[in-house]
């Protein structure tokens, strides 16, 4: 059991990580035969969604995406993990960053492609924001208090 709200965001945190592989088929792919750049956004929303959500268990909306950073392209017939791990938690935010690595489907090893950086704000039922940390352990942070 967690004894402090920093050991109840670490634990958080680590619970939310995300990981999801996707193949890069040809629909996917521009003039060059890599990815587009719009669809590797797309799919880093989806998986930094996944994860805040994850961690907060409350409805969450984006905000912003920070910082993209595109390192090695992403050619078609390969195929892409995208992790996804909370780095920073405000009041009602939640800051994700996404690291897409790209392997070969006849070879081993991968390389990063691909960093960016999704800003999340928790709401609730009226769509205002709230606390990012799920109610039930704040109450828990309280009792102990």
Same mark, same amino acid.
């Given at each position: ?8 965001? #670490? ?21 060059? =035969?890599?990815?587009f750049?719009?669809?590797a956004?797309?799919w880093? =929303? ?12 409350q ?14 392209p ?13 780095? #920073?938690?405000?009041r009602?935010?939640i ?7 790209? #392997?070969s ?8 492609a ?9 709401? =609730? #039922?009226?769509?205002?924001?709230t ?7 704040? =109450? ?6």
């Open positions: 059991m967690a004894n402090s709200l920093e050991e109840i965001i #670490e634990n958080r945190k680590q619970l939310s990580q995300t990981r999801v592989t996707k193949a890069v088929f040809p629909d996917r792919t521009n003039h060059h =035969d890599t990815l750049g719009g669809t956004l797309q880093m =929303d989806e998986v930094s969604f996944i994860a805040a959500t994850r961690f907060s268990r409805n969450i909306v984006t905000v912003s995406s920070d910082k993209i950073d595109f390192k090695h992403v050619p078609g017939g390969s195929v892409v993990e995208l992790i996804a791990n909370v780095v #920073e938690v405000g009602t935010s800051k994700v960053r996404v690291d897409m690595y790209v #392997e489907l006849y070879k081993d090893g991968c390389e990063k691909i960093t960016g950086y999704f800003s999340f704000v928790a709401i =609730d #039922e009226n769509r205002k924001p606390s990012a940390l799920p109610k039930e352990f704040l =109450d828990l942070q309280n009792i102990k208090r």
